[in-house]
């Protein structure tokens, strides 16, 4: 089904379940210890053996040698694969770096082992075993050094308007300043894990992916097997944040070893290959430059970004948003990519925004103290409908304006004294800071499947995945509503490669088209019903477990018989002119409270309020869920996550969850969040967009502000740990 806004748009008066607060449908499962993660499936693989990883003692250079003699003598010992043993192995589009190195390490912790064993113990013991001897080589590992020489990002790196050098001269009011951001790891709770079993030459993985279809494609062609060959199953994830969107070592090291073995094989990376063996976010300097006029409105904004990867890598794209949010004539926007020899850098939860707005959204305020002017008005002053760079693109929707003076009202912001380190309470210095939230809607093809029983009981099919972020229940408010049944007589079935392929999980884009797929199957489902109950389909409304058409009212499962069923399949999909036409985005605005110690200067951060302009909200209840766990997130990123690089050996020290310290119970306060009404008919037939990542974009620079207003004291470098307060 091609997507058109005048006639795939589902009218108000259809909805029963979207929109409404409704508690998750796998809610039981997940408490009570009953869902399947990846490494669970051991009735349909009750003979798995399990597998150990041996990842790189280096980061660049040569294994010279590798002795396997003593591993294979240990006890319990199946197999051993190896880049020499493994036979020819492609390396997938999506991945940077090879997923098995040997000889050439690419990287530290890059994978060059894996052993089979009878049990996990005697997996590890015989892996100890492994005698490897290495050429080292330098490599490059420090941002800060090798941005000197790094070229432009390549094509669309670069994007200028009007004349910024000259404007920015000319401005009455000038900001031009650096901010660093750290490396971060992605630390979701269940590690990348997959149990892999052979039936002939056909392979049936269970693994943690948020994209099925790309995870199959990807392990097919680095097998050199044919895709219809390659089963996916990947029904419960337990965390992902982009860390799991492309094929990694764990599935395709399983696959291996199950051939190897000839006994399915289940593994699990253990922590400190999770963090340098897969990707992270990778770390920027970013130089953000403001002119203005002495009322606020910018006349020249410029936002530079220097990042570094693996040879082929990609860069953060940090500069993206300072592209779309605030208007201004002049313009440069360029990012930068340092080649480094750390481990691949890719996406994390809101790539690109997450890091670039803790920039610009820092430099915003710094621009508001400079000219003495609320940080909320010099948002207003500078909000725009139409694309700045491209002013002929109108946005679909934008209600930043909105969010900023419904968040300012809510928290209380005419309260905060603008002079820092103003307000105290006893030994705390209090502090209240804020900034715009941003965030691109995405568009991409989702398909669906939906059977209908002679019961009357709906069955929805998607590879689509849950990655803790509720598909399962979005996906049957949705299928109910279409088909006029409770949510009780709705069952979805998710992350399997043999139904059709959905959007997946990521990049904000799951909920909207994923829900969009299930209309467009549903929409067939109730033409072929209607038609079988001989009702016209242009006027049959479905209700209440019937169709009802000029005063005939019969049970839809009239249709299909006694003993069948009817199926129907079909997908969402969108005319490229839309995005070409209209920028679709989403918008909020982050409000903080913080203390500060005066002597010590622990930070505590008080209270936060996100306020989100993002579409119809299918479900108050979960999107909220989203929302704050993405705010958790931004404190993470501003007060206290960062991987410390070892720029003599090139690998992330802190590679364990001890080490890599992340926001706790304790640490994050009142979290209120607030949804403003706008569904965009431009955006998916449910009027959706994307939420989950909404929720991080400007966060941790609204923590950051705030730590400013109760110090008087400027970090520019993330996170904003003691040392650096103390140091003023």
Known sequence: MKFDAHDTVLPDAALQHLGQPTERVDGARKATGSAPYAGEWQEEAPDAAFGWVLGAGIAKGRIAHMDLEAARAAPGVLAIVTADSAGPLHKASRNTARLLGGPAIAHYHQAIAVVMAGTLEQARAAAALIDVRYEAEPGRFDLAQARADAPLAGEGALSEVGDFDGAFAQAEVRIDASYCTSDESHAMMEPHATLAAWHGDALTVWTSTQMVDWCRTDLAQTLGLPKHKVHVRSPFIGGGFGGKLFLRADALLAALGARAAGRPVKLAL???????????????????????????????????????????????????????????????????????DLPEGNSMRAPGEAPGMMALEVAMDELAQ???????????????????????????????????????????????????????????????????????????????????????????????????????????????????????????????????????????????????????????????????????PLHTDFKDGCACSQGRRLPIEDAVGPDGAIVAEDGIDYDKSLSQQWQHSTFGAHFVEVAVHVHTREIRVRRMLAVCAAGRILNPLTARSQVIGAMTMGVGAALMETLAVDTRHGLFINHDLAGYEVPVHADIPSQEVVFLPEPDPMASPLQAKGIAELGLCGAAAAVANAVYNATGVRVRSFPVTLDKLLAH
């Open 270 to 340: 253990q922590r400190p290959l999770v963090i340098n063996n897969t990707t992270h976010r990778p770390a920027t300097i970013q130089r953000v430059r403001l002119g203005a006029q002495r009322d606020g409105r910018l006349t020249a904004i410029a936002h530079e970004s220097w990042s570094g990867d693996q040879p082929g890598g990609q860069p953060e794209t940090a500069v993206n948003q300072t592209r779309l949010l605030y208007a201004g004539a002049n313009r440069r926007t360029a990012m930068y990519l340092a080649q480094l």
């Open 370 to 536: 400079r000219l003495d002017m609320d940080p909320v008005e010099l948002r207003l002053r500078n909000d725009t409908d139409v694309d700045p760079e491209h002013p002929q693109r109108r946005f679909t929707q934008r209600r930043l304006a909105d969010c900023l003076r419904e968040g300012a009202g809510r928290f209380g912001w005419h309260q905060r004294v603008a002079r820092p380190g103003a307000v105290r309470e006893g030994e705390w210095a209090i502090g209240l800071g804020m900034a715009a939230a941003f965030r691109n809607h995405l568009m991409m093809k989702s398909a669906a499947r939906v059977r209908l029983d002679a019961e009357g009981r709906l069955t929805v099919q998607t590879d689509m995945t849950d990655i803790g972020t509720g598909s399962y229940t979005i996906l049957a408010q949705t299928a109910a509503d279409l088909l006029g049944l409770p949510l009780a007589r709705v069952e979805v079935k998710l992350g399997d490669s043999d139904w059709p392929v959905s959007a997946g999980s990521g990049g904000q884009f799951g909920a909207a088209n994923a829900t969009g797929g299930v209309y467009a199957a549903c929409m067939k489902l109730r033409e072929t019903l209607a038609r079988k109950l001989g009702l016209d």
